[in-house]
């Protein structure tokens, strides 16, 4: 059984950094996608950022240049490096991880950026 455990989130005011973890029971390798989404009250939960295909790399423009994707293959560990955070970035974040037979959720983990 996967599972998908995510840490790091909490609260910062805006210009401030946090790094998510999202460690993972079973190769990182093994999934075609594995990255971040978050999901802000009132909004559909939206990509962040993602590997595909092992190496390729996927932002959302809103946090280009501001959000990089990492994973460490062998702790099994996706990390997600957040710099000059803005209120507009608060929501929950989830891991993702995607094979070919189904997708694979964590539990979230709450960002919160004030003004």
């Known amino acids: 059984q996967v599972q998908l455990v995510e840490s790091g989130g909490g609260s910062v005011q805006a210009g401030g950094s946090l790094r998510l973890s999202c460690a993972v029971s079973?190769?990182?390798?093994?999934?075609?996608?594995i990255g971040w989404y978050r999901q802000a009250p009132g909004k559909q939960r939206e990509l962040v950022a993602t590997?595909?295909?092992?190496?390729?790399?996927n932002y959302a423009d809103s946090v280009k240049g501001r959000f990089t994707i990492t994973r460490d293959n062998a702790k099994n560990t996706v990390y997600l490096q957040m710099n000059s955070l803005k209120p507009e970035d608060t929501a929950v974040y989830f891991c993702?991880?995607?094979?070919?037979?189904?997708?694979?959720w964590g539990q979230g983990t709450q960002v919160t950026v004030s003004s």
């Open positions: 079973g190769s990182t390798v093994s999934f075609n996608v």
């Open positions: 590997f595909s295909s092992g190496v390729s790399t």
């Open positions: 993702k991880a995607q094979n070919p037979w189904r997708d694979y």
